[in-house]
Nanobody, 118 residues
Framework: VQLQASGGGLVQAGGSLRLSCAAS????????MGWYRQAPGKQRELVAD???????NYADSVKGRFTISRDIPKNTVYLQMNSLKPEDTAVYYC?????????????WGQGTQVTVSS
């Protein structure tokens, strides 16, 4: 499985960005795709994820500002980020995970930088 992320960049506070991540390879029909981020000196944290059933999960810090969605036939997940704040600055990583039998498979994209200036 390979994940190709795009859409990061530099934006002023209050602005918007949209991240995309396309997954390719052998992926079962039931899986979870999401976005994590890691700021300098901090641990990687969950931003949002979405199941193939459409169930979403958001970090409290982004609720009401970020929206995760996915295009299942295209194996693509999107993260619409609005009302961006300087504290959203981080490297954002796309994630794909699924079970085959009892084994959990966990894949990461290459990361895309998001920088929010004040």
């Amino acid at each position: 499985v390979q994940l190709q992320a795009s859409g990061g960049g530099l934006v002023q506070a209050g602005g918007s960005l949209r991240l995309s991540c396309a997954a390719s390879g052998s992926i079962p029909s039931i899986n979870l795709m999401g976005w994590y981020r890691q700021a300098p000196g901090k641990q990687r944290e969950l931003v949002a994820d979405v199941s193939t059933g459409g169930i979403t999960n958001y970090a409290d810090s982004v609720k009401g500002r970020f929206t995760i969605s996915r295009d299942i036939p295209k194996n693509t997940v999107y993260l619409q980020m609005n009302s961006l704040k300087p504290e959203d600055t981080a490297v954002y990583y796309c994630n794909e995970r699924f079970y085959r039998g009892s084994t959990l498979y966990n894949y990461w994209g290459q990361g895309t930088q998001v920088t929010v200036s004040s």
